[in-house]
């Protein structure tokens, strides 16, 4: 089966790259330090003489709803999360690392991630809040669906 490498950091983003494999992107950087690791990943890449992997995966958490207080009440839970996490990107606010809006909105947010660091492979983590409920996390998965195919 392919190989991913979930990588976080320089060293391990060096090693992927020495050995030519893709590597996941962490769920929590944000698209900035997201482009920073492929430039790293594949400048570790061509130092070792392997080809740059085509394969870009990335792990994002995303949420899809027309709801915009159902929205604004998930930002801020996130934004809980994040400054309870130990971030790297201590200024970078919820829409930085995460996919979360209406269908248009995560739409575009997807296809910039594909025009500007060249992602294949998108993995939608699970949200990481509670109190959300079943009905809508399956309706938010339908709409990424819908989304991207």
């Known amino acids: 089966p392919p190989i991913w490498v979930a990588a976080f950091g320089p060293k391990a983003l060096a090693q992927a ?6 590597y996941l992107a ?15 990943h594949s400048d570790a890449a061509t130092q070792a003489s392997q080809p740059i992997p085509e394969c870009r995966p990335i792990m994002r958490t995303v949420y899809v709803s027309d709801d915009r207080n159902e929205l604004r009440h998930l ?8 400054v309870q996490s130990l971030r790297r990107d201590g200024g970078a ?29 998108l993995v939608a983590a699970r949200l990481r809040v509670t ?19």
Not at 75 to 82: F, P, Q, S, T, W
Not at 137 to 143: F, G, H, N, V
């Open 26 to 40: 962490s769920p929590m950087e944000t698209i900035d330090s997201l482009h920073e690791n492929f430039l790293r």
């Open 75 to 82: 930002r801020e839970r996130l934004g809980e999360v994040a």
């Open 131 to 149: 109190g959300m409920s079943e009905v809508a996390l399956k309706t938010s998965i339908a709409k990424v669906a819908d989304i991207v195919t």
């Open 17 to 22: 790259g020495r050995l030519g494999l893709p």
């Open 93 to 121: 606010q919820v829409d930085d690392w995460t996919i979360i809006g209406d269908t248009v909105a995560v739409k575009e947010k997807i296809d910039e991630y594909e025009s500007r660091l060249g992602v294949t492979h």
